[in-house]
């Protein structure tokens, strides 16, 4: 479903990203597993859209988005999640999810996705700055579905989320590729997140792919050496 | 200053330098809104707002004289049509200076401060040669003049009272718009988070093309009603711009009820200190006040709390 060859990501002359290859299948979740400061954050940023490619390309399905804008990108079918979570603070729970949709034409918010995060549905007048930082993941999740996406990136969703709701977090994230058959594509610096959810497992660092298991056969020890500062 | 007065006559003098400042107030609302929207959606100064405006006014007396001479029957709409034409004329040349210009020059705020100057100075050159330095004036429909009596000392204008009347109207509508709307939720994405907004699907540039248009519009709208108490010249836009943009600052940048707020108490309080002062002086006082309570409330009068 998403296909990324040989791509190469700079801010200015510095290059950050050296040639990533990696495809992801429809069904399938796969976790980028990395320190700070490897790429995590600009590879997610540059398949969004929001940080320019160098070269090399990317492609959903059989369309090239490579040279594509975030909002023709969404219309192709990736959603994001971004580290920080980056909800619309002074909007309304309903009306964060709800910029997800308009785009498409569609203004109610689809009750399935409301059955995925019940606790959106009871805080739906809120504003969405008024949440506890797991509400507001959730919230992320929910506006990134609204788009009717086939590939969904999430960046470092677990990152300052008390475990229980980690835990949570796993099990949505599997029930929504169950249901949706979603291409997931997920960073992270919690190996046992990452254990819990994927299908397979790469290891980036410095702006490279050094290293990579499916989940059946993973080296468990060998990629928490590879997090371990 | 009051002492030449008796208490019922001070009365009677606040009420009608009140009702006689509606249709400045409604300048202000107007011009402030646009600006307001201008800015809070792209961070852009327009610097030409007051040329907008202009170009409303000048729409509003060509509608006029055309109605005037041609449709002498239905003189007492003109206004409408006008108002209308006056929305879409400015809104349009703010769509095509958005993407001329502007939208080149999101990332560098100085900069589109110095090229909306620049652009004012080219629209202002560009009346005068079009329509010559003098400056025009409209007639009034018979049913727009004139005043209500509403006791013995207090007379209110009808025209003040229609222009006010249109003003809420707009304004409602604007508040409809960005806060009921989808469109107005995809302007409040950006507004709040333009990369993110993006990441869900808006098309931004689209969003902010737009949005300057309806800024720029309502500034034409505005441009109609100025013409009421003001005659239209290539330089006339000049001198409201900066009382607009004090009215913006003093409101808070970003909040709707602000900006009405501020342009109610400003043109209140010049309005009515112009009677009893000279114009010049009643705009020292006003700017002074704004100074003082902006040195105690840096933030602007309302804002929306919440955490970011
Ligand atoms: N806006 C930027 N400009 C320049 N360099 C950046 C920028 N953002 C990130 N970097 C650099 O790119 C590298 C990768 O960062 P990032 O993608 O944020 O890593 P991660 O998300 O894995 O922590 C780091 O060396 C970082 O300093
Ligand atoms: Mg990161």
New binding site residues.
Partial sequence: MLNVSRLHVS??E?E?LHGLDFKVAPNEIIAIM????????????SLMGI?PTKSGTVSVGATDITRFKSYERVKNGVAYVP?GRMIFSTMTVQENIETGLIPRGESKVPPDIYELFPVLLEMKGRRGGNLSGGQQQQLAIARALATAPKVLLL??PTEGIQPSIIREMARTLKRIRDERGLSIVV?EQVLSFALEIADRVLV?EN?EIVHEDNRADIDEAKVARFLSV | MFADYSLAELGSIFVMQGFAGLILFSVFVLMALGLAIIFGQMGVINMAHGEFMILGAYVTYFTSQFFLNYLPGLFGAYFFLAMILAFFAAGALGMAVEWLMIRRLYKRPLDTLLATWGLSLILQQLYRSVFGPREVGVELPSWMMGSISVTDTIEVQINGLFVMGLTIVITVAVALLMYKSAWGKQVRAVVQNRVMAGAVGIDTEKVDRYTFGLGCGIAGVAGSAFTMIGSTGPTSGQLYIVDTFLVVVFGGAQSLLGTIASAFTISQAQSTMEFFLSGSMAKVLTLLGVVIILMLRPQGLFVIKVRR
């Fill in positions: 801010y200015g510095s950050v990395g320190r700070n400061g490897m790429g995590k954050t600009t590879l997610m940023k940080v580290q960046d470092e960073s980036i702006g």
